[in-house]
């Protein structure tokens, strides 16, 4: 089993920054793809940042210029890295990973992290 765990969230004012984590558990032997979603009240998931293995990166467009993911493949975690924040940010952060496990990829899901920006 693959367990995701998301820590990092919190409550910040508009302008402010933070930096949210996720570590990937189990018995992975590699993980292609990260990424970073989100998902507000009322709205659907949408994909905030993505991190393929050899670092390649793409950003949602509302986020380009002001988060930054990254990865550390010996620890099988990722970042995202939040700056400028603004209240349309919050939501729930969810993290993701595309992982071979027992010669089988599929994708993962951490449990989530609250953001919330005040104005």
């Known amino acids: 089993q693959v367990q995701l765990v998301e820590s990092g969230g919190g409550l910040v004012q508009a302008g402010g920054s933070l930096r949210l984590s996720c570590v990937a558990s189990g018995s992975i032997l590699s993980i292609n793809d990260m990424s970073w979603y989100r998902q507000a009240p009322g709205r659907q998931r949408e994909l905030v940042a993505v991190?393929?293995?050899?670092?390649?990166?793409n950003y949602a467009n509302s986020v380009k210029g002001r988060f930054t993911i990254s990865r550390d493949n010996a620890k099988n975690t990722t970042y995202l890295q939040m700056n400028s924040l603004k209240p349309e940010d919050t939501a729930v952060y969810y993290c993701?990973?595309?992982?071979?496990?027992?010669?089988?990829?599929?994708?993962?899901w951490g449990q989530g992290t609250q953001v919330t920006v005040s104005s």
């Open positions: 991190i393929s293995r050899t670092g390649g990166t």
């Open positions: 993701n990973m595309n992982a071979n496990v027992g010669s089988m990829w599929d994708l993962y």
